[in-house]
């Protein structure tokens, strides 16, 4: 968009509120993407003005900060806030929050001092953090700078009075940039400091515990790859990691003695971080969505045409809150934490309150994000809050369920036929139709088979007999997920367990503060380091392993000549080990999502590798039977084809419906080709029970 001023008069202030609302497509804007207005008369006479949303002003400073010819950083050098009813008859550019930013290569100028006294004769006197005497080397004597008001009447929108335009001095000449031949060879000619992605770089790095030597060696490396210094980010010294390694080493999660207290001014000092927060009260629960700059560029590349997933009520019975996970999946199929959650409700029935304005957030930076399906690992979650706002499917994931009964099993069963059976049995519980006897019948059944399986039963009976219906439900009425995104689920869950559930931390679990501060610096800087590794594939040898512990991963690197699968037989599958080329592992009831393998990482009660490669290779191969949810489905289809309605306006929205749902199966199959769903019937089926409908 052109830099141009509207109009040939030049508006008064008190026509502001008719000037268009800008909101440029891109994440980050500048000026250059604005059409000005200068005004006349009032304080700000002659000054360019401009209208943005408030939510993106950020997003404005950030796009200023990265002019070519005089890249900058713009401090926050005053600030003032008024509280809505505090004016009775507010001006047209009154505000509820007033700042100042100006360049960080002024106002006063250092240049020419030796004796460290600035030139006051600037257009502002020395104050503020400016005035700082270790921001001397810096002060160039700049004179950029501009005013955002939050609009009084209008609070979501923002007035931006650009002051000062040109990166300029006293005397109008640039004085800091590539235009200014004094600073030609130094860093003046780049930021004054170094990037929040490179600051975010060194603190992850310092976090996982990269030692400072090793960190310098490595920029040193990066910057000599690209041809020397280019950026102010190049020019990264020992003092400015040490300068970071004082802030880790001085910070802490107990800004106050007292919990709530701590937690609220953790959220008052990290506003930009926080997405949604209410409170605990006599009638509202306490709910805390946190997303880092970092967190939400990674949702805004792997989300969109893609899949999110939840995992939730971590930390239950030891956290004084519960801990929700939304995730994604990366190019290698690991899941990355692109929100987290901390509700005192654990009943799924609070998504309502904080998930819209996630999705707002999102949409803000991108209006066409569209993930394909979001995977729910909570039958209780308001499923129609979730399709409403996201605008895709909704999956229901039984990693947790699964994950619960094999552990169960494998501790209180000894007998690995008898798991064997017992584990095929229960998918069934989950999988009863509606034609066919229910869930509670169904458990009945499998209480008397196994009765002399007590310590197993007992457990059941005190977990899941009040919870197996709600559950059932869920898989009648919703599609289910495959395995695979189990597998990177269920990896995220072991990191989050090996890292919060030290006995060391015992003390501090019961502290929201706690878990807040260690969810945003270790957890955090852990998945950041992860992610650059894998693109840079630098510290290949310092990785964690997240991909060891994928089996959704791990599973890619097995060839399908290793799998021996008799077609004629599907009871029993076999998989040559990739490390003893001497021994297989046997999966039995291969293809299904109850199916079970021998080997030590199932033994554990985890998705192995080799039942992800099974599972992968017969739905390709389209030989294994239909899975529990592939039945489920084909079940309610030959209902609706078996008992066609007599009502001729009753058909008609049976043959509307069956459209519906013909579109919907189309797009459930294109997950299960991706590998995020269970196969389902074909096409042909559902376009034969639609013409039958006719």
């Known amino acids: 968009m052109a830099n141009v001023h509207v109009g040939c008069m030049m508006p008064r202030m008190e026509d502001i509120l008719n000037l268009p609302v800008q909101d440029p497509p891109c994440a980050e804007f500048s000026a250059a993407h604005l059409n000005w207005v200068k005004v006349e008369g009032g304080r700000q006479g002659g000054d360019d003005v401009a209208l943005i949303p408030y939510c993106r002003v950020d997003d404005f400073v950030k796009g200023e900060s990265t002019n070519a010819e005089c890249p900058a950083s713009f401090r926050i050098e005053s600030r003032r806030k008024r509280s809505e009813g505090s004016v009775s008859k507010p001006r047209v550019d009154g505000y509820l929050e007033y700042t100042l930013y100006w360049c960080s290569y002024g106002p006063e100028d250092y240049r020419d001092s030796e004796s460290g006294v600035g030139d006051s004769s600037n257009g502002k006197p020395a104050s503020g953090k400016g005035s700082r005497p270790g921001r001397r080397h810096m002060m160039r004597g700049c004179l950029c700078h501009f005013t955002v008001k939050r609009l009084y009447t209008r609070p979501h929108l923002a007035l931006i009075i650009y002051n000062q335009r040109n990166h300029v001095d006293k005397t109008g000449a640039p004085c800091h940039g590539i235009l200014d031949r004094d600073a030609v060879g130094t860093r003046a000619m780049y930021a004054p400091r170094i990037s929040e992605e490179l600051r975010q770089k060194v603190m992850s790095m310092l976090y996982v515990g990269i030692p400072l030597d090793n960190i310098i060696q490595h920029h040193i490396e990066v910057v000599g790859r690209h041809g020397g210094p280019s950026n102010r980010d190049d020019f990264l010294t020992r003092n400015d990691v040490r300068n970071m390694e004082r802030v880790i080493r001085h910070s802490t999660h107990e800004l106050h003695a007292n919990d709530v207290s701590s937690v609220q001014m953790w959220v008052q000092r990290h506003q930009k971080h926080v997405f949604f927060f209410q409170d605990t009260s006599s009638s509202e629960s306490f709910v805390l969505g946190i997303q880092t700059d970092w967190q939400l560029q990674q949702m805004l590349r792997y989300g969109h045409n893609s899949s999110i997933a939840s995992h939730s009520t971590f930390g239950l019975k030891k956290f004084r809150y519960p801990l929700c996970t939304l995730l994604v999946f990366d190019?290698?199929?690991?899941?990355?934490?692109?929100?987290?959650?901390?509700?005192?409700?654990?009943?799924?029935?609070?998504?309502?309150?904080?998930?819209?304005?996630?999705?707002?957030?999102?949409?803000?930076?991108?209006?066409?994000?569209?993930?394909?399906?979001?995977?729910?690992?909570?039958p209780s979650f308001m499923i129609s809050i979730i399709r409403d706002t996201y605008q895709c499917r909704v999956l229901l994931c039984l990693?947790?369920?699964?994950?619960?009964?094999?552990?169960?099993?494998?501790?209180?069963?000894?007998?690995?036929?008898?798991?064997?059976?017992?584990?095929?049995?229960?998918?069934?519980?989950?999988?009863?139709?509606?034609?066919?006897?229910?869930?509670?019948?169904?458990?009945?059944?499998?209480?008397?088979?196994?009765?002399?399986?007590?310590?197993?039963?007992?457990?059941?009976?005190?977990?899941?007999?009040?919870?197996?219906?709600?559950?059932?439900?869920?898989?009648?009425?919703?599609?289910?997920?495959?395995?695979?995104?189990?597998?990177?689920?269920?990896?995220?869950?072991?990191?989050?367990?090996?890292?919060?559930?030290?006995?060391?931390?015992?003390?501090?679990?019961?502290?929201?503060?706690?878990?807040?501060?260690?969810?945003?610096?270790?957890?955090?800087?852990?998945?950041?380091?992860?992610?650059?590794?894998?693109?840079?594939?630098?510290?290949?040898?310092?990785?964690?392993?997240?991909?060891?512990?994928?089996?959704?991963?791990?599973?890619?690197?097995?060839?399908?000549?290793?799998?021996?699968?008799?077609?004629?037989?599907?009871r029993l599958a076999k998989v040559i080990s990739q490390s003893n080329r001497s021994l297989a592992y046997m999966i039995w009831n291969p293809g299904s999502e109850f199916s079970l393998c021998d080997c030590p990482w199932s033994r554990?009660?985890?998705?192995?590798?080799?039942?992800?490669?099974?599972?992968?290779?017969?739905?390709?191969?389209?030989?294994?039977?239909?899975?529990?949810?592939?039945?489920?489905?084909?079940?309610?289809?030959?209902?609706?084809?078996?008992?066609?309605?007599?009502?001729?306006?009753?058909?008609?929205?049976?043959?509307?419906?069956?459209?519906?749902?013909?579109?919907?199966?189309?797009?459930?199959?294109?997950?299960?080709?991706?590998?995020?769903?269970?196969?389902?019937?074909?096409?042909?089926?559902?376009?034969?029970?639609?013409?039958?409908?006719?």
């Not at 509606?434 to 059941?460: H, K, L, T, W």
């Not at 998705?607 to 191969?621: A, D, E, M």
């Not at 929205?653 to 013909?662: D, G, K, N, P, V």
């Open 604 to 694: 554990l009660g985890n998705v192995c590798k080799h039942v992800i490669k099974v599972g992968t290779l017969c739905r390709n191969r389209q030989v294994a039977r239909p899975s529990f949810a592939a039945q489920t489905y084909r079940q309610a289809l030959l209902t609706l084809l078996q008992n066609p309605p007599d009502d001729p306006i009753v058909i008609d929205h049976a043959i509307l419906h069956a459209t519906r749902m013909q579109h919907e199966i189309k797009g459930l199959e294109d997950l299960s080709n991706s590998g995020l769903l269970q196969p389902l019937p074909s096409l042909e089926t559902i376009s034969q029970i639609a013409d039958n409908l006719h």
């Open 399 to 570: 990693w947790h369920v699964r994950r619960a009964w094999m552990r169960s099993l494998l501790k209180k069963c000894c007998n690995f036929d008898v798991q064997r059976e017992m584990l095929k049995y229960l998918g069934r519980i989950l999988y009863c139709t509606r034609s066919g006897p229910n869930a509670v019948d169904v458990m009945e059944e499998f209480m008397q088979i196994f009765v002399d399986q007590c310590a197993f039963m007992d457990y059941f009976r005190d977990r899941w007999l009040s919870r197996i219906e709600l559950w059932a439900n869920g898989v009648r009425t919703l599609p289910v997920a495959s395995q695979e995104p189990h597998a990177a689920i269920e990896s995220y869950h072991l990191r989050l367990k090996s890292k919060l559930f030290k006995e060391l931390h015992a003390g501090s679990w019961l502290r929201v503060d706690w878990l807040v501060h260690t969810l945003t610096t270790d957890i955090h800087s852990l998945f950041w380091f992860d992610q650059y590794t894998e693109e840079s594939g630098y510290f290949r040898n310092l990785m964690e392993g997240s991909h060891s512990t994928n089996s959704w991963y791990r599973a890619l690197n097995i060839p399908d000549i290793d799998v021996i699968l008799d077609e004629e037989d599907l």
């Open 331 to 378: 190019s290698s199929q690991n899941a990355i934490p692109v929100a987290w959650v901390i509700t005192s409700s654990s009943d799924g029935q609070n998504i309502h309150k904080w998930m819209g304005s996630l999705v707002e957030r999102i949409r803000t930076k991108d209006p066409r994000w569209r993930p394909n399906a979001f995977l729910v690992d909570d």
